[in-house]
T-cell receptor, first 114, second 115 residues
Framework: DAGVIQSPRHEVTEMGQEVTLRCKPISGHNSLFWYRQTMMRGLELLIYFNNNVPIDDSGMPEDRFSAKMPNASFSTLKIQPSEPRDSAVYFC????????????FGSGTRLTVV | AQSVSQHNHHVILSEAASLELGCNYS??????LFWYVQYPGQHLQLLLK??????LVKGIKGFEAEFIKSKFSFNLRKPSVQWSDTAEYFCAVIDSGGGADGLTFGKGTHLIIQP
């Protein structure tokens, strides 16, 4: 298994531009999680899906952030418009058994908004 | 809802020293427990996990952790650290049945090993 696959690995964009981050979970995993990690705030859960349905999006910072999971093998996290304070590493993770077995993390997308 | 407390935010040790990182959780039910490691510039990787049975679990790279139910603790240990153990370590807990709350992470301990 290739693990959780995220793209792009690095993204540099100008303030105000739309940014789309992508994630392919491990086949057979039915839960998917988006995290943001910064030096100041540490690891923050943004949103998670179970069976493609958003369960908890209380961690999404504001309306500029949106996430979708159109099918079991693909999810996107979109920021529109992007701001410099959105600069962070964004991780996607997936799990089976509603997380009871733990999560497998992707390699992350390092986003820089200038 | 569960919560996780990691006592030390930063730990600095010399090579060959022994390591113990504290982790306490707060939850009334049966839990599964995890330690994740994040090497510089990399993603979180599973170090070890406890579901049931022997409360002393062994993970990769010589790490082990002991679950003490009466203390709600799951401390991580390694008898002799190496420079390559420099990383961020996260303790995490989840209800053993999974569920809506998902995995709860501690804030992490940044471990620096000096050569």
């Amino acid at each position: 298994d290739a693990g959780v696959i995220q793209s792009p690995r690095h993204e540099v964009t100008e303030m105000g531009q739309e940014v789309t981050l992508r994630c392919k979970p491990i086949s057979g995993h039915n839960s998917l999680f988006w995290y943001r990690q910064t030096m100041m705030r540490g690891l923050e859960l943004l949103i998670y899906f179970n069976n493609n349905v958003p369960i908890d999006d209380s961690g999404m910072p504001e309306d500029r952030f949106s996430a979708k999971m159109p099918n079991a093998s693909f999810s996107t996290l979109k920021i529109q418009p992007s701001e410099p304070r959105d600069s962070a590493v964004y991780f996607c993770a997936s799990s089976s058994s509603q997380g009871a077995d733990g999560y497998t993390f992707g390699s992350g997308t390092r986003l820089t908004v200038v | 809802a569960q919560s996780v407390s990691q006592h030390n935010h930063h730990v600095i040790l010399s090579e060959a020293a022994s390591l113990e990182l504290g982790c306490n959780y707060s939850y009334g039910g049966t839990v599964n427990l995890f330690w994740y490691v994040q090497y510089p510039g990399q993603h979180l990787q599973l170090l070890l996990k406890y579901f049931s049975g022997d409360p002393l679990v062994k993970g990769i790279k010589g790490f082990e952790a002991e679950f003490i139910k009466s203390k709600f603790s799951f401390n991580l240990r390694k008898p002799s650290v190496q420079w390559s153990d420099t990383a961020e370590y996260f303790c995490a807990v989840i209800d053993s049945g999974g569920g809506a709350d998902g995995l709860t992470f501690g804030k992490g301990t940044h471990l620096i090993i000096q050569p």
